[in-house]
């Protein structure tokens, strides 16, 4: 059975920097892709980043980038999102997520529990 578990969240000033780790299992599971989205209370669940397992390919949404650095370790199955700069508008429940790609949730077959990451003024 697919497991994701995201693990790192808290709460934080603004400006400060965080990092979220998300543990795939098993060891033998290798989705094409892997990102993370976030959920903010009475909004919808957005995309944040995505990265593909074979080329490592990048993507960002346009309010985290040069922020936010997703990065993987194929060998760990674990991906990782460093968030730095940041600020309450960030503030949300973010989802590790595993499947084909994209930016769009249906690209998406796994998903993790959510962590919650808040940002204080």
């Known amino acids: 059975q697919v497991r994701l578990v995201e693990s790192g969240g808290g709460l934080v000033q603004a400006g400060a920097s965080l990092r979220l780790s998300c543990a795939a299992s098993?060891?033998?599971?290798?989705?094409?892709?892997m990102a993370w989205f976030r959920q903010a209370p009475g909004r919808e669940r957005e995309f944040v980043a995505l990265i593909t397992r074979n080329s490592g390919s990048r993507g960002y949404a346009d309010s985290v980038k040069g922020r936010f650095a997703i990065s993987r370790d194929n060998a760990k199955n674990t991906v990782y999102l460093q968030m730095n700069s940041l600020k309450p508008e960030d503030t949300a429940v973010y989802y590790c997520?595993?499947?084909?790609?994209?930016?769009?949730?249906?690209?998406?077959?796994?998903w993790g529990q959510g962590i919650q990451v808040s940002v204080s003024s």
């Open positions: 098993p060891r033998t599971f290798s989705p094409s892709a």
């Open positions: 997520a595993a499947g084909s790609g994209g930016q769009a949730q249906y690209g998406y077959t796994y």
